[in-house]
């Protein structure tokens, strides 16, 4: 049997590539309920948008295998690229995240994602909801962001660096998003205040940093608090956003924020595509509903910088 593993793999990964392009559904058997659901809302939401994918792209590498008789799990990176057309618009989307694949006596039997795109980190310490005077800077209730100039395209170009990477001046967690989306708005000018009380402000220095910083919940709850230093107002609609502005997801509906993404294009339509870290993405349509997060009770909150 020697390296068939291998051999299946390599077939599989290819599978799924035409499966985005041709719509072979023979790969749905090896995937999660879940993950098959998000596929189905995906392929819909596409075709509602009118874009049409030219291409795509798969490739794959091993973290790790592990044997137990006659099976065998390989965890591995899967990156996809999809290239898309939407109106006379060409544009591409890229996603990186960890899947684990499990082999019987040679043969693919399950192909399943190790993404999480909310966790408990996010709750830790963070109160069920945040009150705006928790994060009020005294005298600085009026005119906030006053002074700064938002730089965008720094904003955005940090996100395309280390959309699929770490910048190893910041800590790494394992629930990554909002983290990332703070350095980006920081590339971008974004002030930090508050510094070393981590229920105050937004801030990062060394071992140490602020809720709001890094949790998504504790981020949604300073971006609308009259102490934000940051320039944030809140938009109705997601085609109000410009590159650099963020993005906050509450999944379940239920006031616990769980996610953030930074807007770094947009579609044919004018539409906010995202970047995001726990499942590295970059250009992911703003909606998430090829999340296996995604429910019908997800809430939004849109949030403009201004420049």
Request: charged share 25%; proline share 5%; aromatic share 20%.
């Given at each position: 049997m020697g390296m068939a593993w291998q051999n299946e793999l390599k077939l599989h990964?290819?599978?799924?590539s035409d499966f985005w392009v041709e719509r072979n559904l023979d790969r749905y058997q090896l995937m999660e309920d879940q993950e098959k659901k998000a596929i189905h809302r995906k392929k819909a939401g596409l075709r509602e948008r009118g874009v049409d994918i030219l291409k795509a792209e798969v490739s794959g590498n091993i973290l790790g295998t592990t044997v137990h008789g006659s099976e065998r799990t390989v965890d591995y990176f899967y990156r996809l690229r999809l290239f898309q057309k939407q109106q006379d618009t060409f544009f591409f989307e890229d996603v990186q995240t960890k899947r684990r694949a499990t082999f019987k006596e040679g043969e693919l039997i399950k192909d399943s994602s190790r993404a999480?795109?909310?966790?408990?980190?996010?709750v830790q310490d963070v109160p069920t909801k945040l009150p705006q005077d928790e994060w009020r800077m005294p005298g600085k209730g009026k005119g906030k962001g006053k002074g700064i100039i938002y730089d965008r395209l720094a904003a955005?170009?940090?996100?395309?660096?280390?959309?699929?990477?770490?910048?190893?001046?910041?800590?790494?967690f394992d629930v990554d998003c909002t983290n990332y989306v703070s350095q980006c708005v920081f590339a971008g000018g974004g002030p930090m205040n508050g510094q070393y009380n981590k229920h105050s402000g937004w801030w990062y220095e060394g071992n140490r940093w602020s809720l709001s910083w890094a949790v998504a919940h504790s981020f949604r709850w300073y971006l609308a608090s009259e102490g934000n230093r940051l320039g944030a107002v809140a938009v109705e609609h997601p085609e109000q956003l410009?590159?650099?502005d963020v993005i906050c997801y509450d999944f379940e509906g239920d006031g616990h924020w769980d996610h953030s993404t930074i807007v770094t294009e947009k579609d044919g339509k004018g539409m906010p595509l995202v970047n995001a870290h726990t499942t590295n993405s970059r250009h992911r349509y703003?909606?998430?509903?090829?999340?296996?997060?995604?429910?019908?009770n997800i809430k939004y909150k849109f949030y403009h910088f201004n420049d």
């Open positions: 990964l290819q599978k799924l999480v795109e909310s966790s408990v980190m996010d955005v170009k940090y996100a395309d660096r280390w959309w699929d990477a770490y910048n190893p001046k910041f800590r790494a410009q590159p650099g703003w909606a998430y509903e090829d999340s296996t997060a995604w429910t019908q």
